[in-house]
């Protein structure tokens, strides 16, 4: 579907070419259509598909359609997000405007142009493109754009803290289409309005708001329509009441069974977790790995592992919870993976290009046949571009309504859920830390007591020994050890002597550990770092300096490992070094294995970041930056 309606467009020129000055009109004006239609789903094609409009409103010595085209790849540079772009052709676009004199399309250019400052936060000036926009509306009596043009001039006042004239601009804009009397803007209206009073803490009026528009959407029958609003009314209640958010994304999820009913399906497990049924939540949820929109759709799948993370949270399977979280986090690298979108361009730019270059071939030959094939071959072309445009024009009206009004009902709700994520990583953390000091207890109070024991009873037979004294000897010896080995391995697992001492203690104690084995030696520099950390900071930045040491002692054959940790006003800096054999960064980050992410996590709950330089034959030299 996406390169048929490209095809049929250059089968649609060749066909009806009666002259060579009306041709060029017909293919701009399908061109720019086509670009529009592309606009939300593959920008690039909808910016070629603009620029080929261009070329032909260029060759039919249209302004108007020169003007139109610009405009149209304007927007597709905004909604790429390469606003510098999107300023230059919509520039072009007002020049053509201003010369023809035409005060409706000039208007449309000035609220572009105010679109594409206000998406660079550049408040000042997106204001002064809008209230150039609204006379030349007036002017022509063109009152649905001059309402949503008080829209967006709300939206401004809100971004910079002018609730007053927010409030005003939007009451503005509905009153304006009350008195066009059209439902659907009127109850668009009213979930703007709703969503600005639930910002600033006015509950019953956003309540009020939003019923009105549920209101109309329900003698409308518009099914979508209900659904978002239904969704929107569940968001309200998310965090501050889970059964009613329940019951409402329930309600939306009956009357709609797009894209968006998955969306909805996962917001309903979110709730049942915070009602504290994670069993619930997982029934509905494991299934959603395996449908085909959430295989397809990068995001919705992070979304999914998230939400059964958090049931296994719920539930206190840690190491569940851990395991979804970080498959979580490789699919949302995967989505931001800049080579990956970079690759997928330019083998779609390759493919268009090479599709051209045929459909050009296949006119040439066309343009031989006879007259009665053309015209018995152009009325079925018509008729297949008739179809396919009403098609197209109907499908992409409807996702487009869907996805601009469904993400604004998500926004606030995926604002509140982001909050809580470095929460339940902190949970997951103090839950390992629990289960380690568990088993340091069991380890010092279960299994040392009886070694201790067995000592005692052990020296009370030596006593009475008279033979064998070598092996009795031994025997004492490797019982020591073991006594040793427990103590360290509770020791390790408890921190006890960060506990008791303090971080800068705790990492001497280790140095001496690790030095008195005659294996490796062990420095340590620490600088003015007292009461620079909280007690489970100390503890995640200990952890992760016992990570890398481990590291280095399994796998880096190292002599000598060095630890230096300072502190400036506003950062702490640990650097761990070692003499070892090194690595190949890139190669083991693209394992990610679970100590990895293991260590990444700990540095992300930290707020910090590291760095790491290795190569073979040349040692590691970790670096990690906490900010205090």
């Keep these: 579907m996406k390169n048929c309606s490209l095809i049929l467009a250059l089968i649609f020129h060749f066909f009806f070419a009666h002259s060579e000055e009306e041709d060029p009109k017909r293919l701009s004006l399908f061109m720019i259509d086509s670009s529009w239609n592309a ?34 790849i304007s927007m597709s540079f905004n909604y790429a997000n ?111 309005i709703s969503i600005f009073h639930l910002q600033n803490g006015e509950t019953e009026k956003a309540f009020t708001a939003i019923r009105k528009a549920l209101s109309i959407q329900q003698k409308l029958g518009t099914k979508n329509l209900i659904s978002r609003l239904y969704s929107t009314i569940g968001g309200f209640h998310h965090y501050s009441n889970p059964d009613s958010a329940l019951f409402y994304y329930r309600k939306a999820l009956s009357f709609n069974n797009s894209l968006i009913s998955v969306r909805l399906t996962s917001n309903v497990a979110a709730m049942m977790i915070e009602l504290h ?32 993370s958090y049931a296994y949270e719920e539930k206190k399977d840690y190491q569940l919870a851990l395991d979804y979280y970080y498959e979580s986090i490789k699919i949302r690298d995967s989505v931001n993976s800049i080579e990956i979108k970079k690759s997928i361009r330019e083998i779609q730019e390759k493919y268009d290009n090479e599709r051209i270059r045929a459909v050009n071939a296949k006119l040439e030959l066309k343009q031989k046949r006879l007259m009665i094939i053309i015209t018995i071959t152009a009325a079925l072309c018509v008729i297949a571009i008739l179809l396919v445009i009403l098609y197209r024009q109907k499908m992409l009206s409807k996702a487009q309504l869907a996805l601009k009004n469904e993400q604004i009902s998500q926004q606030k709700i995926a604002e509140l859920i982001k909050e809580k994520e470095v929460d339940r990583m902190a949970n997951l953390m103090e ?64 921190s006890n002597v960060l506990a008791k001492f303090g971080f800068t203690a705790a990492l001497y104690d280790m140095a001496d550990t690790i030095s008195t084995s005659g294996k490796l030696k062990m420095e340590v520099y620490v600088k003015n770092i007292d009461g620079a950390l909280k007690n489970k900071q100390e503890i995640q930045l200990f952890r992760i300096i016992q990570e890398l040491i481990n590291n280095a002692i399994k796998h880096a054959k190292a002599n000598v490992i060095s630890i230096t940790i300072t502190r400036d006003d506003n950062e702490l800096n640990a650097m761990i070094e070692d003499d ?24 992300n709950h930290l707020n910090g970041k590291y760095h790491v330089e290795s190569s073979l034959g040349n040692g590691t030299i970790v670096i990690v930056d906490i900010p205090l």
Excluded at 298 to 306: I, S
Excluded at 580 to 603: F, I, P, S
């Design 82 to 192: 390469q606003l510098d772009s999107a300023h230059y052709y919509i520039d072009k676009a007002i020049e053509i405007e201003k010369n023809r004199n035409s005060p409706f399309h000039l208007a449309i250019c000035f609220l572009n142009k105010g679109e594409i400052f206000y998406d660079q936060a550049n408040w000042k000036s997106a204001l002064t493109q809008f209230n150039k926009a609204i006379p030349s509306f007036e002017a022509v009596d063109s009152l649905d754009n001059v309402a949503r043009t008080y829209n967006s001039i709300a939206k401004v006042h809100e971004k910079v803290g002018d609730t007053a004239l927010a409030r005003q601009s939007y009451y503005t804009a509905l009153k304006i289409r009350k008195s066009l009397e059209k439902p659907n803007a009127i109850a668009k209206s009213l979930e703007d």
């Design 39 to 72: 606009m939300l789903t593959d920008q690039q094609a909808a910016i070629r598909y603009g620029k080929w409009a261009f070329d032909f409103a260029k060759k039919a010595m249209s302004d108007e359609l020169m003007a139109k085209s610009l405009r149209r």
């Design 431 to 494: 839950g390992q830390e629990q289960e380690r000091s568990r088993i340091a207890a069991e380890l010092h109070d279960s299994i040392g007591s009886l070694l201790s024991t067995v000592k005692l009873h052990f020296e009370a037979i030596g006593s009475k020994l008279d033979v064998q004294v070598e092996q009795y000897n031994k025997g004492q010896e490797i019982l020591d050890q073991a006594c040793v080995e427990v103590r360290r391995i509770s020791h390790n697992l408890a």
């Design 580 to 603: 070892g054999v090194g690595y190949d960064v890139a190669t083991v980050e693209q394992k990610d294995g679970m100590g990895l992410a293991n260590l990444k996590a700990r540095v």
């Design 277 to 308: 049924q994670p069993d619930s939540a997982l029934k509905i949820l494991m299934p959603l790995l395996q449908h085909k929109e959430v295989i397809a759709n990068g995001e919705l799948k992070e979304k999914v592992l998230n939400n059964i």
